[in-house]
């Protein structure tokens, strides 16, 4: 197994009568943090999926890269899991999750995350006021009221209804749908319980979306009062069936959730709580290229461009050093400015880096271009002090002095 790929573990738990659910437990990759997750999720598939379907692989797997260890399962009677479809309906999906959610608390940690995918969004928001760890829900192309799922047997309603049960064809496949889930959908409010939520909300779903209208998600953005936010997911379809918008929807959710849930601190290899870190620690989190990038409590993504055959999920190096120098400029053009009370309303830094070779072998010259643009009713004079008390700041001040690299191997 490889340090940098995240892990994926079988395991199995039991539903509220007591069959076996099918689950697998994505964890975190050997690198990330010795392969520990920081905090814990419950990932709900759609509906008459599995925890198998590109969707839920792709998003739980991504999330476990950042540092999610994330529990995906199979509800009652679909996939692996035991139980007869028939006999389930939507209320026996919440309580799936919510012995999902207890199923972590006692063998690894709370989940403080839960995830859902279309009716699995619809769940996760009717199972978290019954999870009291829960501090963040993200909903995904997710209906608003779980009676929209009729709509994917709507030819078949009336047989149902007159004969209690129905053979029904949903993507492909057969499945029996019987009177008693009608009446449960039916039965269910989530107005109220959307409203009540305690946890914050990210509501995700793509404009053309043609299986559950965008409509849905504004019904659910209304009804929270809490913490809420919307992201659309541009032209992805309902099942996210391209990786790159699973992967996309998952970072997303990544950073989003970051300001709400508490992550546990970083641990060393051992378990014991991990040593300071220094100024800036670097280390691989996926190959080729990906870099974790830590400062104190503050974190960002590393990589190089897929041109260059990286992951493109952060700044390439060059990048970074640039944006030290743009933010140092603006930063010190800001204090400069206010403390002369002048008008400044905005800075802004442009910044290119070049390189031209030099008449000596392997020296090439490198050349930082900043363009700075101060917007405020200032005169020459003032422009061009701003000016020279931008060459003032202190990185290039750095990069133009003396200077050396210190390189030093640790042993671990």
């Known amino acids: ?31 990330h943090n010795g392969g520990v997750p920081q905090a814990y999720c419950v990932f709900a598939h759609c509906f008459t999926c599995s925890k198998d379907i590109h969707a839920a692989s792709r998003v739980a797997r991504t999330l476990a890269s950042r540092g999610f260890g994330v529990l995906r399962f199979d509800f009652t009677g679909l996939g692996s899991s035991d139980g007869d479809f028939a006999n ?18 006692e063998n690894h940690g709370a989940p403080q995350l839960l995830v859902g995918h279309s009716l699995g969004g ?30 994917n047997f709507h030819a078949s309603l009336d047989e149902i209804e007159e004969k209690g049960d129905a053979e029904v064809t949903l993507a492909g496949r057969s499945f029996r749908i019987k009177k008693q889930f009608l009446e449960d959908i039916r039965e269910q409010n ?52 391209r990786r790159e918008d699973a992967e996309y929807a998952a970072d997303l959710m990544t950073v989003w959730a970051r300001k709400y849930v508490k992550l546990a601190a970083p641990t060393s290899s051992g378990g014991e709580p991990a040593p300071e870190p220094k100024a800036v620690r670097v280390e691989e989190v996926e190959r080729p290229y990906t870099n974790r990038v830590r400062m104190n409590q503050h974190e960002l993504v590393a990589d190089e461009p897929a041109h260059l055959k990286g992951n493109d999920l952060g700044p390439a190096p060059f990048e970074l050093l640039l944006s030290s120098l743009g933010a140092c400029t603006s930063i010190t053009l800001r ?40 917007e405020g009713d200032l005169d020459d004079e003032q422009r061009a002090r701003m000016i020279e008390i931008a060459n003032r700041c202190p990185v290039p001040r750095a990069l133009h002095g003396p200077k050396e690299v210190v390189t030093r191997e640790v042993q671990r």
Request: no cysteine.
């Open 1 to 31: 197994m490889s340090r940098t790929s995240s892990r994926s573990e079988k395991v199995t738990f039991e539903n509220a009568e007591g069959e076996t659910l099918a689950a697998r437990l994505d964890l975190p990759p050997l690198a």
């Open 88 to 105: 389930t309906n939507f209320t026996s999906n919440v309580d799936d999750l919510v012995r999902a959610a207890a199923f972590l608390a």
């Open 122 to 151: 619809t769940a996760v928001l009717a199972a978290a006021r019954r999870i009291e760890s829960v501090e963040a829900v993200v909903t995904i192309g997710a209906p608003s009221d779980p009676e929209h799922v009729a709509s």
């Open 190 to 241: 989530l107005g109220g319980a959307i409203g009540a939520l305690d946890a914050a909300l990210l509501v995700m779903h793509g404009p053309l979306d043609n299986t559950v209208s965008i409509d849905e998600a504004a019904r659910i953005y209304k009804a929270a009062r809490g913490f809420k936010s919307f992201v659309s997911l541009g032209d992805a379809d309902h099942l996210l069936t």
């Open 335 to 374: 204090m400069y400015a206010d403390r002369k009370g002048w008008p400044v309303e905005r800075v802004q830094v442009d910044l290119t880096h070049e390189r031209e070779k030099t008449d000596k072998p392997g020296v090439m010259f490198e050349r930082f271009v900043r363009e700075i643009t101060i």
